[in-house]
């Protein structure tokens, strides 16, 4: 069966940090990969999502980016963390029917 | 851009009152999902709406998805505490990925 995993649970990181958060995929092959970020009792923002291998699609510009460096790994990333990074962020597969298995979320403090 | 609007944003019930949540789209819908988070935790897939006037049911939860396909539905009967949590509708996107309602934040009181 698939499952997907992200760590860390939790992060507090001071402005200017860099950022490095992973999900890997396990039990299937090309899977779309997103991410997204959550706000404290908001909705879902979708920040990037993946077709494949070195394939990054960016919904909103900011100062984070993300990397598909393996067909069942992604990465989010940020070089200089803002206070306004903080949220629960989301990591999410799914094939073709576009039915989304989320992880279980990294929720990052930036102070 | 595509947008999927979900109504009420709150809900505050009593235990064995009824709740339900709409999701409306301007354009047609190839379908629609609906997920559900709890406190703290991840939003998880509850179900798929494909057909015009399609209803479905998993134990107390009815959902609907309406009849052009711009709108639906997810009705609970008789909430229970473990009923709490975040609805969320979402529509499939024109690039393939999914567009997310803001969600139902749904508190149920004992």
């Known amino acids: 069966s698939q499952t997907i995993h992200q760590w860390p649970a939790t992060l507090v990181q001071p402005v200017g940090s860099p950022l490095s958060l992973e999900c890997t995929v396990e039990?299937?092959?090309?899977?779309?990969l997103y991410w997204y970020r959550q706000a404290a009792g908001r909705g879902l923002q979708l920040l990037f999502y993946?077709?494949?291998?070195?394939?990054i699609s960016s919904e909103v510009p900011q100062n984070l980016s993300a990397s598909r460096p393996q067909d069942r790994q992604f990465i989010l990333s940020s070089k200089k963390l803002l206070l306004s990074d903080s949220g629960f962020y989301l990591c999410a597969w799914d094939l073709a029917k576009n039915i989304q298995y989320f992880g279980a979320g990294t929720r990052l403090s930036v102070l | 851009g595509q947008q999927v609007m979900q109504i009420p944003q709150y809900q505050h019930v009593q235990e064995g009152e009824d709740f339900t949540t709409y999701c409306n789209s301007s354009?047609?819908?190839?379908?629609i999902q609906w997920y559900k988070q709890r406190p703290g935790g991840h939003p998880v897939f509850l179900i798929q709406l494909v057909k015009s006037g399609e209803v479905k049911k998993q134990k107390r939860l009815t959902f609907q998805f309406g009849e052009a396909k711009k709108n639906s539905s997810l009705h609970i009967t008789a909430t229970q505490t473990t009923d709490v949590g975040t609805y969320f509708c979402?529509?499939?996107?024109?690039?393939?990925?999914?567009?997310f309602g803001k969600g139902t934040k749904l508190s149920v009181k004992p």
């Open positions: 979402a529509a499939g996107g024109s690039q393939g990925n999914l567009i």
């Open positions: 354009t047609t819908l190839s379908n």
């Open positions: 993946s077709v494949g291998i070195g394939q």
């Open positions: 039990g299937t092959s090309n899977p779309n």
